[in-house]
């Protein structure tokens, strides 16, 4: 029996159980929050690494040992078997996370090739296939196996998310809504995904264009204060739509549990640098929306229907895009608005000590991203294997 074959007989013993095993599951109440129980505009950055074996650089089955071989709490198992996440704790500046991160890759990719295991960060793998990757043995993915079915078992994607402590939980929701339309900005910076299946695919995140394919994805819905968002998400939960918050994979969601926005829109990164450079990013971002709000300031809706179509060209085109400019008819390139913002969130970046980090995001700007260089190796005759070979080089480095 194959790997796969095997897989889908568990999915379908699990089908007709899979709505009562998620209601089984105690659920957190959203409005246990803990937004303004630590210090603010603290960050964390989650990882998720693809493992892949050592004698064909394909995806393999290898996070349990690998897990079990490190033995920090801080390297965990994801969705599928060739996924690893790392997660860093709380720090008040990217110096602390990238310190933290890079430790922790470290220890992955060490411990990992003891076990014959290659270790690379990018949003998919160029020519592995998703379905023929088995699940991770958890009550929680079978409950998304039996809910979510062929979507899921696509899921072979790899996400990087960044959690920046807010005060309080109205504020949270505003500071989400005030940043919307500078989300496809940081999906245009974070491009890491060019290939699919064995091809190019036209687009500089593929990730994003699988990821959508689950519910609850993509941009949040309109909230107009944290108690609006956890009235409609108590609807669904006692619905037995889903058995708590985590289930929702917006872009942008406001995180009860850790007191944080979180920013799950960034393709994972080959490069550890460039993974605390967007950190920083996003950090500044959230003290910049946050700081105004302190003010006094309240921000309009978000036109979800410019930053969808922003979302999508930054998707298909990375830095190249033509945006669309909300503020006229015309279109913007992605470079100069990557510039623009870099600009005005220049002020709180130095403030949270992440100077640094915009300035080697402008200089990501100037010469691209890593789709930009998976792509422009294969145009130069480059095999994929080549190209997961730097990959794997990169992420050690």
């Known amino acids: 029996m194959t790997r796969g074959r095997a897989r889908y007989i568990l999915e379908s013993r699990e089908e007709e159980t899979g709505m009562q095993s998620a209601q089984s599951v ?14 603010e505009y603290t960050l964390g950055i989650e990882e998720e690494l693809m493992l892949m074996d050592v004698r064909d650089l394909a995806l393999t089955a290898g996070v349990e040992k690998l897990v079990a071989a490190v033995g920090d709490d801080r390297v965990k198992p994801e969705l599928m078997q060739c996924q690893v996440e790392v997660a860093t704790s709380p720090h008040a500046t990217v110096t602390g996370a990238e310190e933290e991160l890079r430790d922790l890759r470290a220890q992955v990719v060490r411990v990992g090739a003891q076990l014959g295991l290659r270790v690379a960060g990018a949003g998919t793998h160029p020519f592995s296939l998703p379905e023929f990757q088995p699940f991770t043995v958890r009550d929680r993915y079978r409950e998304l ?45 974070s491009t890491s995904s060019p290939f699919w299946r064995g091809e190019p695919t036209g687009l500089h995140s593929t990730r994003t264009v699988v990821f959508q394919s689950l519910p609850r994805s993509g941009l949040p819905p309109v909230f107009e204060s944290y108690e609006d968002y956890a009235r409609a998400v108590e609807q669904l939960i006692r619905a037995g739509a889903f058995s708590d918050h985590s289930y929702l994979w917006w872009d942008v969601r406001p995180h009860p549990r850790f007191g944080t926005v979180e920013v799950r829109i960034l393709d994972v990164q080959p490069s550890a640098g460039d993974s605390v450079a967007l950190a920083g990013l996003v950090q500044a971002l959230v003290r910049h929306y946050g700081r105004r709000y302190d003010e006094g300031e309240r921000f309009p809706l978000a036109d979800r229907f410019v930053v969808g179509e922003n979302r999508w060209l930054a998707a298909r085109h990375g830095l ?12 913007v390139t992605a470079r100069r608005s990557v510039e623009q913002l870099l600009e005005r969130v220049a002020d709180d970046a130095t403030a949270l000590g992440a100077a640094g980090a915009l300035d080697r995001l402008a200089a990501m700007n100037a010469a691209g991203t890593s789709a930009d260089r998976q792509l422009a190796s294969t145009r130069g005759g480059a095999s994929l294997r080549t190209v997961v070979e730097s990959l794997v080089e990169e992420t050690r480095s």
């Open 145 to 189: 196996a039996a809910a979510l079915r062929y979507p899921l078992r696509r899921e072979a994607c790899f996400g990087m998310h960044v959690h920046v402590a807010v005060a309080d939980a109205d504020k949270a929701l505003s500071v989400i809504e005030g940043m919307l339309a500078d989300l496809p900005l940081l999906l245009a910076l």
């Open 26 to 39: 105690k659920a957190v109440p959203v409005q246990d929050h803990r937004f303004g129980a630590g210090a």
């Open 320 to 331: 190249h895009a033509h945006f669309v400019d909300p503020r006229s008819d015309t279109h």
